[in-house]
């Protein structure tokens, strides 16, 4: 069975809804056309909050990008996006990042700033839905590395958002339904900006590593989370963050660049 640490409060884990980023445009680097990002309402209802997200890149017609959903992997599921935009009709295509298995279709057209049209996840499994769009976006995934008790790399879903007067920060983990680190303190979604972790903070975490039944909390004990970006529905920066196995006094250190969306219900 894991071991919890022990003395701190529990931070609390939500899944659920999902993020999104994006608007009209981020300019990339000098020749790059600009990414464009979206968010949905959940297509089928699970949830009632937004639980489908895309970051959106048109050269000569050709569609790519990045996006992230809800609902079926813990805190999201990361997707790579493919497709055609003829005219002002989409054509796209959505694939599990990871393991590069289908995930769903959308057939869509412009009107105004925003993309109207059905989404398909199943035959038979159809849904009509607008990717409104916002001015910043989200990748809705972590890059982590740990060292130090335990050395590994991690590249999968990332979400936040707020439960109960509480906000979380969730990393994921490739191929198991629990995350690799868990975050969160007191209060609402943080500014940009960095935040510390120690003696006398309001945040506290834990760090996961391994699969079960061997895996073990590391409390995090101090470091740093470094926000870029920090709207409703797009959460980014870079973790730096030291965690000790308070039974063995083993001690890890995690390094991660994230782009989380958020996964509640109610993003704010």
Partial sequence: MARRPAGRGTIVLAIGGLLAGCSGGTAGPSGDPPTSHYVALNP??????????????????TVTGTGWMSGLET??????????????????????????????????????????????QCP????????????????????STLSGAVNEQQTSGA????????????????????????????GGRPAVGTHTFGPGSSWEGAVIPTYAPSQVFYEVTGGTLHVTVSTPYAFVGEAVLTA????????LTLRGQFGAGCTTTTCQ
């Fill in 44 to 61: 089928f209802g699970g949830v009632t909050g937004f639980a489908l997200g895309l970051s959106l890149t048109v050269s000569g017609g």
């Fill in 75 to 120: 805190p999201v599921l990361p997707m790579t996006v493919s497709g055609t935009l003829v005219g002002d009709t989409y054509a796209l295509s959505f694939v599990h990042s990871r393991v590069g298995s289908p995930v769903a279709t959308f057939a869509g057209t412009r009107s105004g700033g925003n993309i109207v049209g059905v989404f398909t």
């Fill in 124 to 143: 038979g499994c159809t849904a009509n839905i607008t990717l409104t769009a916002q001015a910043v976006g989200a990748s809705g995934s972590h890059a």
């Fill in 159 to 186: 979400g936040f958002g707020g439960h109960n007067g509480l906000f979380f920060l969730h990393f994921g983990y490739s191929g198991r339904n629990y995350p690799i680190a868990e975050l969160g303190r007191t």
């Fill in 244 to 251: 000790e196995d308070k039974a063995t006094g083993r001690v």
